[in-house]
């Protein structure tokens, strides 16, 4: 192998996915936390009425990446870089899971775990009722950067917030146990933003172990993506191509195509209804139109993606 093919092999790895890869919040997967964190900013100046996430600036302040903080600040407007397509998917996106946990918590579950929390700081925003225990499991890095940011800027969790430090890829249902999670009891999970992340196995085996870890009356929240169509999989990758060329001009180096996994899989929904789960849907078309935002034209079929909850077994 030539020292230039080795350099161009180097180079492909850093910017795709592969098996046993790592990454802060500034880099590679970490980096689209960030990035969501950042157009939660935004979405938050324009619309308090569908998000309100106070911490979602400080916290990409504190990442550090020039641009992210720059749009997050409202110094630098968010014009093609950050269409405003997605600022209102982010909007309806927060809104469910919020709706998610507030409708189960007041139901009487006691036990909430965020997969992959990334920035998400809905430990410390949302009115949770009292005895409210939320489980936040990400990379240690990750998860000891928030921490540490938000006791800086002065924020508490409005809930007992229980820090989880492993990568998913990793025995977290143990590590989970070990910070008292009791599987006997109703839980509240979410898998948001994640599933695309993950390859189409591993996919399925956290779904797999979120309803072996779930008591009956547990709940779960997560977006359920369509298997492409024939040739559709190379639209999707040449608008995230053009998508990440406008961050690099502006200097953010990212390459968004590179960071999902391809390829047919499970769809989530029936996947975890043939699990037990009894679930409900809307797709992201008709949530633009029950929150009042303009009808959504996009060239990735953003717009069929199903966010779906719902209960499993005979809970209430």
């Known amino acids: 192998m030539t020292e230039t093919s080795s350099s161009s092999d180097e180079s492909s790895r850093q910017s795709s996915r592969y098996e046993g890869d790592a990454w802060d919040l500034s880099s590679s997967v970490g980096a689209t936390a960030t990035m969501a964190a950042a157009v939660r900013a935004i979405a938050t100046r324009a619309d308090r009425r569908l998000i309100d996430d106070p911490f979602a600036e400080p916290l990409v302040r504190a990442v550090g990446v020039d641009l992210l903080t720059r749009l997050a600040t409202g110094e630098a407007p968010p014009d093609e870089l950050v269409g405003q397509i997605w600022i209102d998917a982010a909007k309806v996106r927060t809104k469910f899971y ?161 960071l999902r996994y391809y390829g047919a899989r499970n769809e989530a929904a029936p996947y975890l209804t043939a699990r037990g789960w009894a679930l409900t849907g809307i797709n992201v078309r008709d949530l633009f139109s029950a929150n009042d935002l303009p009808p959504l034209t996009d060239d990735m079929r953003m717009g069929d993606v199903l966010y779906v909850s719902g209960t499993l077994g005979n809970g209430q």
Request: no cysteine.
């Open 98 to 258: 919020d709706e998610f946990f507030l409708d189960a918590t007041n139901a009487g579950i006691t036990q909430v775990v965020i997969l992959a929390s990334g920035l998400d700081s809905r430990a410390y925003r949302l009115p949770w009722p009292p005895g409210t225990v939320v489980y936040e499991i990400d990379q240690p890095q990750v998860v000891e950067f928030k921490t540490r940011t938000l006791a800086e800027f002065g924020a508490a969790p409005t809930a007992e917030r229980r820090v989880v430090a492993v990568d998913l890829r990793d025995d977290w249902p143990n590590a989970l146990r070990d910070k008292g999670f009791d599987p006997s009891r109703p839980t509240a999970w979410s898998a948001e933003g994640l599933l695309g992340y993950l390859p189409p196995e591993v996919q399925d085996r956290l779904l797999d172990t979120i309803t072996e870890l779930s008591a009956p009356g547990s709940r779960v929240a997560t977006e359920s993506r369509p298997n492409p169509r024939p040739g559709e999989e190379d639209k999707t990758k040449e608008s995230l191509r053009r998508i990440s060329e406008r961050w690099r001009a502006q200097g953010f180096d990212t390459d968004m195509a590179r």
